[in-house]
T-cell receptor, first 119, second 116 residues
Framework: AQKITQTQPGMFVQEKEAVTLDCTYD???????LFWYKQPSSGEMIFLIY??????QNATEGRYSLNFQKARKSANLVISASQLGDSAMYFC????????????????FGSGTQLTVLP | DAGVIQSPRHEVTEMGQEVTLRCKPI?????LFWYRQTMMRGLELLIY????????DSGMPEDRFSAKMPNASFSTLKIQPSEPRDSAVYFC??????????????FGEGSWLTVV
């Protein structure tokens, strides 16, 4: 079963408007972290934002915010005031923690959403 | 601050040749990951290390692939012999262990491998 699901292969948004990129996840662990990365056409993976499973408040980083709904197992990325430079592929990822061993596992990625910001 | 450093950035090699990709993690990070990205399969974990010890190598495609981490500041991913289907972008990433509310995994710029 897919651990991370991004159902929007592509999205378009008008410059200066807000956009929401969807992400749902599946885990039986109580402790985990959710990440969003941006991958522009140049190929690098840029960390955007992180949400821990025990965090009660939604994470925010500048124009990025993470709409975390734990009961629904969703972690949507909201980009406010879109800019042309936001055009890129966006990946949602999850990292599970093993409380018993005290160790963290690897990042598991979704398939990505290609965002295009229109002038 | 230096990020995760990968080399080479680009490599074109002939089928059957040995390829070695290198990674220097961020100083102090004790987790190191190797990922492969292709159009068909997306981002796949190949192997990850914790304190230089391989923890999970179930993603390594086959015996042609091997990875080592001889010390905390260096890792290699080797493909021998290489095949055209190995053409992909190979990312190295590193992190601290998660600390309370904080966790970040940083990626290198990737090594773009083409096997002809």
């Amino acid at each position: 079963a897919q651990k991370i699901t991004q159902t929007q292969p592509g999205m378009f948004v008008q410059e200066k408007e807000a956009v929401t990129l969807d992400c749902t996840y599946d885990t039986s662990d109580q402790s985990y972290g959710l990440f969003w990365y941006k991958q522009p056409s140049s190929g690098e993976m840029i960390f955007l934002i992180y949400q821990g499973s025990y965090d009660e408040q939604n994470a925010t980083e500048g124009r990025y915010s993470l709409n975390f709904q734990k009961a629904r197992k969703s972690a949507n990325l909201v980009i406010s005031a879109s800019q042309l430079g936001d055009s890129a592929m966006y990946f949602c990822a999850m990292r599970e923690f093993s409380i018993s061993s005290g160790s963290a596992r690897q990042l598991t990625f979704g398939s990505g959403t290609q965002l295009t910001v229109l002038p | 601050d230096a990020g995760v450093i990968q080399s080479p950035r680009h490599e074109v090699t002939e089928m059957g040749q040995e390829v070695t990709l290198r990674c220097k993690p961020i100083s102090g990070h004790d987790y190191l990951f190797w990922y492969r990205q292709t159009m068909m399969r997306g981002l796949e974990l190949l192997i990850y290390f914790n304190n230089n010890v391989p923890i999970d190598d179930s993603g390594m495609p086959e015996d042609r692939f091997s990875a080592k981490m001889p010390n905390a500041s260096f890792s290699t991913l080797k493909i021998q012999p290489s095949e055209p289907r190995d053409s992909a972008v190979y990312f190295c990433a590193s992190s601290f262990p998660p600390r309370g509310r904080v966790d970040t995994i940083y990626f290198g710029e990737g090594s773009w491998l083409t096997v002809v």
